[in-house]
């Protein structure tokens, strides 16, 4: 029992663990992206950008999971995830992703605008120019100041991907669950837990790595 | 010819006029200072000749190339506008040192960057001299040290050193030493002064007025915008001529 309980278990969680890797590949570039959007002087590029950052960040991502899945198919009669376990997944990544990506970029904006303006400055009058400026003076300051909210959004995805399983994305939760039925017990979802604890104790002590690299510099 | 001439610079932020028409000249070597009490667009000045600001009108000449002119202008591209800049260089109030860089990298970054695109930098020199600089500095012994390891006299000293790296033509201070305390002022003076002693033309915005005195050829008393009185610094310090000025320079007595 145990051993087809954890083959199962290990399954679900293969599924977890790809909706949270591809979720992070395409957030945070897609979420730098938005957040050059949101600081943007044009108000025309930076109101709707805010707008729908707050739109997304304002409703539970409950929510849009189901109407990402569903959406297309009820109200454009198109079936754009395609039948089966991948179309599901494909919904509930491209949800996840806009998702994530509008937290970050608000981490973006923060860090990035918590820069004093003399370092922009201080590179302007020593003739740099403003791509040099970011990459080698801005850059590092920012990413050593988004560390530890970037960190607790990560975290939080690794447990925000088991409400991938409303619109029936197997993962490690469901898995867990189905023991419920099949076989009467409970001790399995209980195993789940040891899969988050697991996990997200890695990234805290991978996240803890990067702060101590970057320890070396302090930021005023 | 003046190796700087300045004349007629407007600047106004909204309906603030906050320089209504600055001119003056300089010649290489000399040092001028520049006072006035708060807001009466000292930094403003400065931020205009290293092209932080644009002026609304007048014009920049330095070494007979005319840097800026209103008149004439059309938008100039990041490229120009770098290679203007370059003609200056700023120190900071607040330093704003790159706290990722030692201070021999701090020194070294710009120029390392210039050096790719201007091939007549010599790139395997710029180390060299920004250590020399570091000593010049009496920082021999801070090379390595990151921004948060030095004292704000330290760092400031490294900022100064950041900008003669790049051997600007003229080396600006924006109130070198007001974030200083005390002790920390008198090593920062120290080594302004002993630019000045190498004929290294400086424009120093400062409210030290006995350093200013002893340090600048030139002072020049600012308010409201305008320059009220300019001359050799001991004249105008110690016996200005203006009401306005023997008002001012009486709070530092
Ligand atoms: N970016 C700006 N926008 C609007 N007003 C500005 C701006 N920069 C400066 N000012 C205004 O211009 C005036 C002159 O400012 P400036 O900083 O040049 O004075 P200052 O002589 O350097 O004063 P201090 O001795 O306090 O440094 C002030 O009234 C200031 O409020
Ligand atoms: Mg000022």
Not at chain 1, 113 to 123: H, K, L, N, R, T
Not at chain 1, 209 to 217: G, R
Request: charged share 20%; aromatic share 10%.
């Amino acid at each position: 029992m145990f051993l087809s309980v954890t083959g199962a278990l290990f399954a679900g969680f293969l599924n977890t663990l790809k909706l949270f890797v591809l979720t992070l590949l395409f957030s945070l570039p897609l979420g730098l992206i938005i957040s050059f959007g949101s600081m943007k002087n044009l108000k025309l590029l930076r109101y709707p950008v805010k707008f729908f950052i707050w739109i997304i960040r304002g409703t539970p991502l409950m929510l849009q999971l189901l109407v990402i899945y569903y959406g297309p198919g009820i109200i454009l009669h198109a079936n754009i995830w395609g039948s089966g376990d991948n179309g599901r997944f494909s919904a509930a990544l491209v949800a996840f992703v806009i998702n994530y990506a509008c937290y970050f970029s608000e981490i973006f904006r923060g860090g990035i605008q918590s820069i004093p303006v003399g370092q922009y400055e201080a590179g302007q009058v020593l003739g740099m120019t403003k791509h040099q400026i970011f990459t080698k003076i801005i850059l590092l300051q920012v990413i050593k100041r988004i560390i530890p909210p970037i960190s607790n959004e990560v975290i939080t995805l690794v447990k925000d991907t088991s409400l991938a399983r409303v619109i029936a994305v197997y993962e490690v939760i469901w898995e867990g669950q189905s023991f419920i039925k099949s076989a009467g017990i409970i001790w399995p979802l209980f195993y789940t837990g040891i899969f988050y604890l697991l996990f997200s104790g890695l990234l805290t002590l991978l996240f803890g790595y990067i702060e101590k690299k970057l320890d070396y510099f302090k930021i005023k | 010819m003046s190796f700087l001439e300045v004349k007629n610079i407007k600047k106004n932020f909204g309906n603030t006029e906050v320089l209504k028409d600055i001119s003056f000249d300089m010649d290489k070597g000399q040092v001028v200072s520049v006072i006035g009490s708060s807001g009466s667009g000292k930094t403003t000045l400065l931020r205009c000749l290293n092209f932080l600001e644009t002026p609304d009108s007048g014009s920049i000449r330095i070494k007979d190339e005319l840097l800026f002119d209103s008149s004439v202008n059309t938008a100039l591209s990041e490229k120009e506008i770098r290679k203007k800049r370059l003609h200056f260089g700023l120190v900071f109030q607040s330093f704003n040192l790159f706290p990722q860089y030692t201070a021999i990298d701090n020194i070294c970054l710009a120029p390392s960057l210039l050096s790719k695109e201007d091939p007549s930098i010599d790139a395997s020199a710029i180390r060299d001299r920004a250590y020399e600089l570091l000593i010049q500095m009496g920082l021999s012994n801070r090379v390595d040290n990151y921004p948060h390891e030095l004292s704000g006299g330290q760092q400031q000293r490294v900022a100064i050193a950041r900008a003669l790296a790049l051997n600007p033509d003229i080396l600006c201070f924006d109130e070198p030493t007001s974030a200083l305390n005390p002790e920390l002022t008198g090593e920062v003076l120290k080594v302004i002064r002993e630019l000045a002693d190498k004929k290294t033309t400086m424009i120093i915005v400062t409210h030290e007025m006995s350093f200013a005195r002893d340090v600048s050829d030139i002072a020049i008393f600012m308010d409201k915008g305008v320059i009220v009185e300019q001359g050799p610094s001991k004249e105008i310090i110690d016996s200005p001529r203006l009401e306005r000025t023997k008002q001012f320079l009486a709070y530092y007595r």
